[in-house]
């Protein structure tokens, strides 16, 4: 079945040349503009103040809605957990996470993933697609409309950041992720800041390197996973095949040009990535840049001898970082009686 493209896949700048097209006032563009990213209209029939022959037209070429909610978890802590089914029958899942003063969406950027980590569900079934552009915006707009219908209790504005830390490598999918992030920043898009967006990547070269060379100043985490090559290479077999030193050079390379302090993911299983010498070693390696390191403890999956690293050896891998100059924090993963760990919920309902 070919599917149309979907109209939030083209960026702001891309409208005027659209209703041009169609032979309409160019007044017309900003018009559909505003319905496609400020009010999330998800019904080409919402489009009240745009004439039918031009939504008719634009609706030939163009589908609105590329995602459906199949299913909606909330855990006790809060967090949200959605299931979106694509229009060819894929799935994929967001997440919102409340904080006290803003919520956190978590997005996906690919159905299933071609990284083969150890400890990831997503992982497991292999790369199936990427998202287009609009998959990926609309995924903002429908967590923001849930919000908005659904309000937090006790949760204060309806701020909201970006974490590219769902379904996917986002580096191997640059090709929607460049005006994904284009859309998400425009003024006459989301108008979201650079400041609340946060790529999470297991840091392929290649992908380094585009995120480098298109330098759109959102915030960097490198998943790491591994203080030597051979070992980061048994977690992460893909990304492992880019060297340590030379996937943390680029991430430094790009935070010195974004001028942002990166992030450094450390997912902590029992008896692979919590030994003593590992934090010593990563402190080692980490010495000398202005990185910080989130760890994370293993979210475990149902099938899998993985296991959490237990809280005192969390704390004891924390301070060895610490004592040796480097920022650490410990990230507790919220909704763990809801399926949040990444992929979960999606290979659940397979
Ligand atoms: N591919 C990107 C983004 C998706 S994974 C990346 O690797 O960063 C986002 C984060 O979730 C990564 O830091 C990854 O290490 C972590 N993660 C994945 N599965 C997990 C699990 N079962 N428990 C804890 N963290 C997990």
């Avoid at 929607?176 to 967006?197: C, T, V």
């Avoid at 992030?263 to 902590?268: F, H, K, M, R």
């Avoid at 924090?329 to 760990?341: L, W």
Wanted: proline share 6%.
């Amino acid at each position: 079945m070919e599917l149309k493209p979907l109209l939030r896949s083209l960026v702001p700048d891309q409208f005027a040349a659209l209703v041009a097209e169609a032979g309409v006032p160019a007044y017309r563009a900003q018009q559909v503009q505003q319905w496609a990213f400020v009010q999330d209209a998800m019904q080409w029939d919402q489009m009240g103040n745009v004439p039918r022959t031009l939504r008719e037209s634009l609706s030939e070429r163009y589908d609105l809605a590329g995602l459906a909610l199949q299913e909606r978890q909330v855990s006790s802590d809060h967090t949200r957990k959605f299931l979106f089914r694509l229009r060819d029958g894929h799935t994929i899942e967001s997440v919102i996470i409340p904080m006290a003063d803003h919520a956190t969406f978590c997005l996906s950027t690919q159905v299933g993933c071609a990284m083969a980590c150890t400890f990831c569900a997503t992982a497991r079934g292999g790369l199936v697609r990427n998202l287009e552009a609009g998959e990926i915006i609309e995924q903002i707009q429908r967590l923001r409309t849930d919000l908005k219908t659904d309000p937090v209790p006790g949760m204060g504005d309806r701020q909201f950041n970006v974490v590219f830390m769902g379904m996917g490598e986002p580096l191997d999918n640059w090709e929607a992720m460049e005006p994904a992030l284009q859309s998400m920043m425009a003024p006459d898009g989301l108008g979201m800041s650079k400041r609340r967006i946060q790529i999470s990547t297991s840091g392929p070269a290649a992908g380094l390197q585009r995120l480098i060379a298109s330098s759109p100043g959102v915030g960097l985490t490198l998943s790491l996973g591994g203080s030597t090559d051979e070992e980061r290479h048994k977690v992460m077999p893909v990304p492992g095949r880019t060297g340590l030193k030379e996937a943390l050079g680029l991430a430094a390379d790009y935070g010195r040009l974004a001028g942002r302090r990166v992030t450094i993911a450390w997912v902590l299983i029992e008896g692979r990535t919590d030994e003593p010498e590992q934090a010593e070693r990563l402190a080692r390696l980490l010495k000398g840049h202005n990185f910080k390191v989130n760890l994370i403890p293993l979210n475990p999956l149902d099938d899998s001898k993985l296991v959490p690293t237990a809280d005192p050896a969390v704390l004891g891998f924390q301070k060895i970082l610490t004592e040796a100059g480097v920022p650490t924090f410990i990230r507790a993963s919220g909704g763990r009686d809801i399926d949040a760990a990444c992929g979960q919920l999606r290979r659940r309902r397979q």
